[in-house]
């Protein structure tokens, strides 16, 4: 199993709110004028991870049945 590599401080699994928090922070040391460009390049990666993180959680919230469980919807 794939260990999750968005968690926050304490361990816990990182919120979407607090993913796109951060996505927030990354777009800001991005936009700075002296930002070299390796660490901007690395920014934008993370920023990737974060919104597909993002994108997985926000699709199985929507896949959820009244039950709590989820299906395939082929």
Same mark, same amino acid.
């Given at each position: 199993? #794939?260990?999750?590599? *968005?968690?926050? %401080?304490?361990?816990?699994?990182?919120? /979407?709110?607090?993913?796109?928090?951060? /996505?927030?922070? $990354?777009?800001?040391?991005?936009?700075?004028?002296?930002?070299? $460009? %390796?660490? =901007?390049? #690395?920014?934008? #990666?993370?920023? /990737?991870?974060? $919104?597909? *993180?993002?994108? #997985?959680? /926000?699709?199985?919230?929507?896949? $959820?049945?009244?039950?709590? =469980? =989820?299906?395939?919807?082929?």
């Amino acid at each position: 199993m #794939e260990q999750n590599q *968005y968690v926050n %401080e304490n361990g816990e699994e990182l919120s /979407i709110e607090d993913a796109f928090g951060r /996505i927030r922070e $990354l777009l800001g040391e991005m936009e700075q004028e002296d930002a070299p $460009l %390796e660490k =901007t390049f #690395e920014n934008y #990666e993370k920023g /990737i991870g974060l $919104l597909r *993180y993002c994108s #997985e959680k /926000i699709d199985l919230v929507q896949k $959820l049945n009244a039950d709590g =469980t =989820t299906e395939s919807f082929e």
